[in-house]
């Protein structure tokens, strides 16, 4: 060990390609300090590293830095901050940053919900066919912390989705429909999504199917009905 910390000034080979600038590096180097992995435990190293390898274009790593400003790990929390890498690592396509920054912007945290209709309350992204964000904006009416429990408003938006084939917005009509929940209760058409879900892999759509085939229609409505209380009392998104 004296001679491998002499040859590596006493550091990790990990550690002295981070500092020569290598941005998956530096980013492992975070990932390590956050785990204490081979290194003392430190948020403050992880975020120095994590923002090294963001300022460099690495999309994991922007979108660790924008977790650490949202819950205020090793940094002051700032939404704004937060946004801001997000969205960096959103336009890479990293599926994450681009649902999280669906969730800030419905919170309108960091920045001020975005509108396009008079009343200010619809976010542009969820207006603009952006399947993934009208899933969230239904759920923000009945799931959550601020829900008003408007099935009636959260169903438009989940059709909305699921008619662009968004399997999550999918399975969630097929719960409203078995359940009964701002609707009047009809297996056919719970079926039929969570059919369309199912086809594109959904997991739990195709359990729903899958038990409803065993222990008939009526057990599914019921699991469909435990399935809704769960979220309602589980979600914190």
Do not use: C
């Not at 290194?39 to 790593?61: I, L, N, P, Y």
């Not at 066919?129 to 169903?155: K, L």
């Amino acid at each position: 060990m004296g001679f491998l910390n002499r040859l590596f000034g006493g550091k990790s080979p990990l550690h002295n390609k981070a500092e020569l600038g290598d941005a998956n590096a530096q980013y492992n180097l975070g990932v390590a300090y956050v785990r204490g992995d081979g290194v003392a435990r430190s948020m403050t190293e992880a975020v120095k590293w994590f923002r090294k390898a963001a300022e460099q274009g690495h999309a994991d790593a922007q979108h660790m830095v924008g977790g650490v400003y949202t819950h205020g790990h090793g940094v002051t929390p700032d939404f704004a901050e937060a946004i801001k890498w997000y969205r960096k690592a959103a336009a890479q396509g990293h599926a994450e940053a681009q649902h999280n920054l669906n969730i800030m912007q419905f919170r309108g945290l960091g920045v001020a919900p975005e509108t396009t209709d008079t009343t200010g309350s619809h976010p542009r992204g969820a207006e603009q066919s952006n399947a993934a964000a009208q899933w969230e904006f239904g759920r923000s009416y009945v799931f959550g912390a601020n829900a008003n429990n408007d099935w009636e408003e959260a169903i438009k938006w989940f059709r909305r989705s699921a008619e662009q084939g968004y399997a999550n917005a999918q399975y969630y009509l097929g719960l409203v429909h078995a359940s009964g929940n701002g609707v009047v209760a009809n297996w056919d058409e719970a079926a039929k999504w969570f059919r369309k879900a199912a086809e594109q892999g959904h997991v739990d759509s195709q359990r729903m199917l899958e038990f409803a085939s065993i222990d008939g229609e009526d057990m599914a409505k019921n699991f469909a009905e435990a399935t809704i209380f769960k979220l309602s009392i589980g979600s914190t998104r």
